[in-house]
């Protein structure tokens, strides 16, 4: 198999297993949840069979990985050990050597108070050490919120290899290229806080995965189908 380009696609776009919910056309990527030991070989087979290319999100179900309301290091490491075996790994390592597999969501939001404030980035690239004992392959990152680029940035990641930082237009008020560089700037040595160029930018840290925020209308259920063109001189990142 043989991929170009940049994958673009939505979360959830598997419908199960193997079936799409819809399309895959025009998108050829997605983030689905790949929690399910018996699923995940299988998901990823078909991936490469359709020509679509996965961010995996191995541990995705928030209540599997929390105790009285805090996220809980012991259960998220549990929960990556259910993965922790040969066909799994196998096939993780095939589909990251292939291209089928961009990257693994250890965590969504860290900065949202569903994880009951304990969680660091410290500890976030203590979790992509140990899912890298199991998938040494296997790109390990997370996904910020609109202001996620705030949070904790006196503390820098060190192990990450990459961070999605979400743009929404009603945070961000259409300033996408401040929001690229934001992003960018989450890497080693360097402060988030600001916009103030960094002193080394040949300093590479975690790689940066663009995410788009689209509200529906009040009550209505965000559509998968995209609505609006994207002209690449504005998703593209630097």
């Not at 050990?81 to 250890?106: E, F, H, Y």
């Not at 296997?138 to 904790?152: C, D, E, V, Y």
């Not at 009040?218 to 609006?228: L, W, Y």
Request: hydrophobic share 35%; charged share 20%.
């Amino acid at each position: 198999m043989s991929y170009t380009g940049i994958p673009y696609g939505p979360y959830g776009l598997y419908a199960n297993t193997t079936e799409f919910e819809w399309g895959p056309k025009p998108f050829t990527g997605s983030l689905d949840n790949s929690s399910f030991p018996n699923a995940l070989p299988k998901r990823i087979a078909a991936a490469r069979q359709q020509g679509h290319r996965l961010v995996l999100a191995m541990t995705a179900v928030p209540s599997e990985v929390k105790t009285n309301g805090k996220f809980d290091l012991g259960k998220w490491k549990a929960k990556m050990n259910t993965l922790n075996t040969s066909t799994i790994r196998q096939a993780v390592a095939d589909g990251v050597a292939d291209g089928t597999i961009v990257g693994n969501k250890m965590i969504d939001e860290p900065e949202s108070t569903q994880w009951g404030g304990v969680l660091t980035k410290p500890m976030i690239d203590q979790m992509a050490t140990y899912a890298r004992n199991i998938f040494p392959t296997l790109p390990m990152g997370i996904n910020h919120g609109a202001p996620g680029f705030k949070w904790r940035s006196g503390e820098r990641y060190r192990v990450l290899d990459w961070v999605s930082v979400q743009y929404v237009w009603n945070y961000n008020q259409g300033g996408i290229t401040a929001w690229r560089g934001r992003g960018a700037r989450l890497r080693p040595g360097q402060r988030c806080d600001s916009d103030v160029q960094p002193s080394h930018p040949e300093r590479r840290g975690p790689g940066q995965i663009g995410r788009l925020g689209m509200p529906p209308a009040r009550g209505a259920r965000a559509p998968k189908r995209p609505t609006a063109p994207l002209t690449r001189t504005r998703v593209e990142l630097p």
